[in-house]
């Protein structure tokens, strides 16, 4: 069965510190996509990335850097210089391809705060 | 480029009642989501729609129903409302299939007293 753990329920940094969030997921499918979404406090979920299976490469957006290992079952976030803006609840997501399904399977989500 | 739009933002029903959410989805987008953001479950999905028909269901009973319309927007709508319905609806979009990202509305937080 699919799971996606987000071991990290509440994290706290001081401006300007980079921070890593954590995702473990587990799947049986061979082809998936990977997902980040951000929930400010407003509740709406911002898209942030998608990667599929078959693409390990690490991935850097502005101060959004994405590390995938495949060995590993992880696809983790890394906001380099966090500012305030960054505070949200994050989520890491599975869909699974090969299941037909094309649902978002979420983590339970890590609560970031950037204290300034 | 206007996102995904959803109606209302918030709704007060009390149990027993049934609550019609709407959503109207990315222009281009055919495929719609509902999920449903409750307090210590987390995000959990509840239903898929794609060119008018459902295509998926999470695990949620019977009362949890929708349907999509020609012009791709969607009813999400929970009947015998209990205290544990209130929640964040949110809604999501995608093109076809879904194999493409999805991209969410605001939500609907319900309230059921």
């Known amino acids: 069965a699919q799971k996606v753990t987000q071991a990290q329920t509440e994290i706290s940094v001081v401006e300007k510190e980079d921070v890593t969030l954590d995702c473990v997921y587990e799947t049986r499918d061979t082809t998936y996509y990977l997902f980040w979404y951000k929930q400010p406090p407003s509740g709406e979920l911002v898209f942030l990335i998608r990667r599929n299976s078959f693409d390990e490469q690490n991935e850097i957006s502005g101060r959004y850097s994405w590390n995938f290992q495949k060995s590993t079952s992880s696809f983790n976030f890394t906001i380099t210089a966090s500012q305030v803006v960054d505070s949200a609840v994050y989520f890491c997501a599975l869909s699974e391809l090969n299941s037909g399904a094309n649902n978002l399977f979420f983590g339970t989500g890590t609560r970031l705060t950037v204290i300034p | 480029e206007a996102g995904v739009t959803q109606s209302p933002t918030h709704l007060i029903k009390t149990r027993g009642q049934q609550a019609t959410l709407r959503c109207s989805p990315i222009s281009g987008h055919t495929s719609v989501y509902w999920y449903q953001q409750a307090l210590g479950l987390g995000l959990q999905f509840l239903l898929w729609y794609d060119e008018g028909e459902e295509r998926n269901r999470g695990n949620f009973p019977p009362r949890f129903s929708g349907r999509q319309f020609p012009n791709y927007s969607s009813e999400l709508n929970v009947n015998a409302l209990e205290l544990e319905d209130s929640a964040l609806y949110l809604c999501?979009?995608?093109?076809?299939?879904?194999?493409?990202?999805?991209?969410f509305g605001p939500g609907t937080r319900l309230t059921v007293l």
């Open positions: 999501a979009s995608s093109f076809e299939g879904g194999r493409d990202e999805q991209f």
